[in-house]
């Protein structure tokens, strides 16, 4: 079924997106979680347009803040968040916000996401307009080794 639901949300998207000049947000997921925690979200970013640009932030109405992190590996080998200002997204290029790596993080859940819930993320870009998506909530438990891992 989760596997169903994302290939046809592609196939929209490919469908509408390709070829027309935009930013293209690609297979938005957010992983389960409880009010009170902090929440993920992940997602393929894809500049369709010939001027390069920059995720700036994000905000939603499911969190007291939301903040772009990445997870990297220290040098004494430690998972750590680093918050980031902003992520370069050029012209053409494609950025991936995955497990262990870039994430949005949904700070102070002010609601549970609960597999199956949708929420609303709106992305903001140093040229482009807002985009606002509906992100699907699915349980990553499943998920080989990256579900403890944001
Ligand atoms: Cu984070």
């Not at 902003?86 to 053409?92: D, E, N, Q």
């Not at 819930?117 to 349980?139: C, E, G, K, R, W």
Request: with cysteine; charged share 20%.
């Amino acid at each position: 079924m989760k596997r169903f639901s994302s290939m046809m949300l592609m196939s929209m998207l490919l469908l509408s997106a390709c070829g027309s000049k935009v930013i293209e947000v690609h297979e938005p997921w957010a992983r389960t979680a409880a009010k009170g925690e902090n929440g993920v979200v992940y997602m393929i970013l894809h500049n369709h347009t010939s001027v390069d640009d920059q995720l700036l932030g994000a905000s939603s109405d499911t969190a007291q803040a939301v903040e772009i992190h990445e997870s990297r590996m220290s040098d004494n080998g430690v998972m750590q968040m680093i918050p980031r200002d902003s992520v370069p997204l050029g012209a053409g290029e494609e950025v991936e916000f995955n497990p262990g790596g870039l994430h949005i993080m949904l700070v102070d859940l002010n609601r549970d996401l609960a597999a199956g819930d949708q929420i609303s993320l709106t992305l903001h870009f140093a040229n482009y307009a807002d985009v606002t998506l509906s992100v699907p909530v699915q349980d990553a438990s499943g998920m080989d080794g990256s579900h403890h891992m944001p």
